[in-house]
Antibody, heavy 120, light 110 residues
């Protein structure tokens, strides 16, 4: 069974750093891209960026370039999303999602989400 | 502002056929597969339709997808109360070099 399991709820202060994780299981982790998707409270879905776990190549949406860093550890079958300095506007639900068999595709499996609250 | 355009809401009574539209451009829907996702309240999105009109195993056959040019639609025949959810269309965008989404349609079953 394919599963993406994300790290838990986070409550942080503005200016703090954070890394959240997404662990894949039930499939060959290096064979499928992983993306991160943001959902602001009560809003739609926004693609942030993706990683190819086989070589750690990443690309980002222009809206998130420079604001976050995506990385991966294929030995742990885990992808990460990192902020160096959080802002209140980063308060949202964050999902990791696995791309389908074709690289230029959308997502077939999703993590359960990580809720981030940034508040002073 | 989402790249793909969906109506914000749709509704139907139990048993009715409901359709949700989604329009894009030549760089996304016009040249790549369309996907549809269902997001029940408080849960992660779930794949409903992939490659324009394919259903993953476990998705009821009352859900169907179609695509024509730069537009796509999701149809739910015989809508049920448990279908109340937000529905999102998505497609790879060749300009962005990543997936783009519609803003979502909230389905209400009256």
């Amino acid at each position: 069974e394919v599963r993406l399991v994300q790290s838990g709820v986070e409550v942080k202060k503005p200016g703090e750093s954070l890394r959240i994780s997404c662990k894949g299981s039930g499939y060959s982790f290096t064979s499928y891209w992983i993306s991160w998707v943001r959902q602001l409270p009560g809003k739609g879905l926004e693609w942030m960026g993706r990683i190819d776990p086989s070589d750690s190549y990443t690309n980002y949406s222009p809206s998130f370039q420079g604001r976050v860093t995506i990385s991966g550890d294929k030995s742990m079958s885990t992808a990460y999303l990192h902020w160096s300095s959080l802002e209140a506007s980063d308060t949202a639900m964050y999902y990791c999602a696995r791309h389908g068999e074709e690289h230029y595709s959308c997502f077939d499996y999703w993590g359960q989400g990580t809720l981030l609250t940034v508040s002073s | 502002q989402s790249v793909l355009t969906q109506p914000p809401s749709a509704s139907g009574t139990p048993g009715q056929r409901v359709t949700i539209s989604c329009s894009g451009s030549s760089s996304n829907i016009g040249s790549n597969y369309v996907y549809w996702y269902q997001q029940l309240p408080g849960t992660a999105p779930k794949l409903l339709i992939y490659r324009n009109n394919q259903r993953p195993s476990g998705v009821p056959d009352r859900f169907s997808g179609s695509k024509s040019g730069t537009s796509t639609s999701l149809a739910i025949s015989g809508v049920r109360s448990e279908d109340e959810a937000d529905y999102f269309c998505a497609a790879w965008d060749d300009t962005l070099y990543g997936p783009v989404f519609g803003g979502g349609t909230k389905l209400t079953v009256l």
